[in-house]
């Protein structure tokens, strides 16, 4: 094809044609520009589509990583309120206000060894904002969402307890009494499977420390204000998580939104 246009183009010069020669340069300048225009205009659709690929990928994994946090996020408020519970029994029979044998309340007490922690799975999010695939995202306001909530502080309860529990309730209850035995089966955190048979048990009746009586832990003011704080911290933390589960449903459900059927 371009020998063809060629051989025309030096007719037309040799045979002193000079205004057909212009109007076929110009003729062959503007086929070329359209061809290069449609090249261009051809690139970029493969482009769009190759982007809306990338994007329905992030999305299915932005959903997958939510709805999976969403899962675990519900498995911890439910561990919390056993805590709240916990905390408030103990806090009862401390206060006279109901009765309970040392085994029952030992064990209800050992939540005060435990605690509640999220941690948001910012892998995916991370990764497109690290690489900017992040701009395939065409819905802007999506977009906003996922920066609002992915930078988002909410760790502040989480932390609190955190350091409440190993500074202050760890090294105090270590001296006070025998560390309580946690009855992991009471809890969801058990993940591994593993059982309070898997682990090695002491008669503690052997020692010459004698374990403390509930009569002993009403006498103890830091007991009972170790209690307070903990369903402060709990109740906090519960009621946080369920502020961030509400914007997690609301988040998935944008996603889902722009997520094409197959």
Known sequence: MIKFFRKIRYNLMETGKTKRYLK???????????????????NNWNEKIKHSEEEQIILKKLSTDIKN??????????????HINDYKFCLDVLSAERDSNLEEFNQR?????LMVSFDINK?????????????????????????TFY?????????????????????????FNFLPIVN??????????????????YNLSKFEVKPKTISDFKKDVFIINL??????????????????KDNMERLLKLIQQEIKDD
């Open 24 to 42: 076929y340069a110009i003729g062959e300048i503007t086929l070329v520009v359209i061809g290069i225009l449609i090249a261009l205009q051809i």
């Open 69 to 82: 946090d969403i899962k675990f996020l519900k498995l911890q408020i439910e561990n919390g309120k056993t």
């Open 109 to 113: 007490f050992s939540s005060t060894m």
């Open 123 to 147: 892998t995916t999010f991370n990764g497109i904002t690290d690489s900017r695939t992040i701009d395939y995202i065409k819905n802007n306001e999506l977009v906003d969402s996922l920066n």
């Open 151 to 175: 930078n988002n502080n909410y760790k502040g309860w989480d932390s609190a307890n955190k350091d409440y529990t190993r500074n202050i309730i760890g090294p105090y209850l270590m001296k």
């Open 184 to 201: 992991y089966d009471r809890f969801k955190y058990n993940t591994g499977g593993f059982s309070n048979s898997d682990f090695s048990q």
């Open 227 to 244: 209690l307070r704080q903990r369903l402060f911290l709990t109740e906090g933390q519960i009621f946080r998580y369920n502020s961030l």
